[in-house]
């Protein structure tokens, strides 16, 4: 999560390190009986596109996630949450998959493109998200839902 730096252009952002934490405490806070599952936190290397990398915290580590997140983020590295909690099992190093999948709090949805038609259809479903998070706005607005 990014916010705007006080005082500066609309195009200097800056982690928020209080929105990142209540983002984790969000998607992670109810799963106490998997206390040894792993929160994700995928990274890219500096100012590349390749989401390849990964870090791996427990649920009594938010504060060291955020930090983490904020750390990597302000070295130039996009920075990607897995909404589900990871295996105990899960190799500590690359990125996980499908297989790595231990609980998760909600059902999400990732929305890179055509926010506007996602969020018509969302309207007339009848669904109605509990909480969203706006992950960027080039070339187009992204929410996860």
């Not at 994700?40 to 504060?63: H, M, R």
């Not at 790595?100 to 999400?108: I, K, L, N, Q, T």
């Amino acid at each position: 999560m990014m916010s705007k730096v006080s005082g500066s252009s609309t195009s200097q952002l800056s982690p928020n390190d209080a929105d990142i934490r209540q983002h984790l405490e969000m998607l992670f806070a109810q799963l106490t009986e998997y206390e040894d599952g792993k929160i994700e936190i995928a990274y890219t290397a500096p100012c590349s596109p390749e989401v390849n990398s990964a870090q791996w915290f427990t649920l009594d580590k938010i504060t060291e996630a955020t930090d983490f997140a904020v750390t990597t983020n302000l070295e130039g590295s996009n920075i990607y949450v897995g909404p589900a909690l990871r295996s105990p099992e899960t190799a500590p190093f690359g990125r996980s998959n499908d297989g790595d999948y231990y609980a998760s709090s909600y059902v999400w949805l990732d929305v890179d493109r055509d926010w506007i038609g996602v969020k018509d259809k969302i309207k007339t479903s009848g669904l109605v998200p509990v909480f969203g998070v706006l992950t960027g706005t080039v070339p187009e607005e992204r929410r996860h839902l």
